[in-house]
């Protein structure tokens, strides 16, 4: 809510030794994070969700930008986030299986 996450996930890069993105990437989170925590600020998300940033897939060099994890109805849920800095999208109608 007050821009310091960003900047902080790039000092923990840093001081972790974790390969620092480009500036597009830290400028596409500056970007990106303030509109995550209105998102999970939101009340009618419950207080013991989990939210991971710049998690880290294992075995792989890959991250994901956001996943936020919680139960509903006694079922375990995971909900992955990868924002874009798109100008312009189209949606497209819902495939059906």
Do not use: H
Request: proline content about 5%; aromatic content about 6%; hydrophobic content about 40%.
């Amino acid at each position: 809510m007050n821009n310091l996450i960003a900047p902080r996930i790039d000092e923990l890069f840093k001081e972790l030794n974790v390969w620092r993105e480009s500036d597009g990437e830290f400028k596409s989170r500056v970007n990106s994070l303030p509109g995550m925590a209105n998102i999970i600020s939101d009340t009618r998300i419950d207080d013991q969700v989990q939210v991971a940033l710049e998690y880290r897939i294992p075995l792989t060099s890959k991250r994901v930008d956001f996943m936020i994890g919680g139960c509903i109805d006694g079922n375990d849920n995971v909900v992955i986030v990868e924002p874009k800095q798109w100008t312009e999208c189209t949606a497209i109608p819902r495939l059906r299986a």
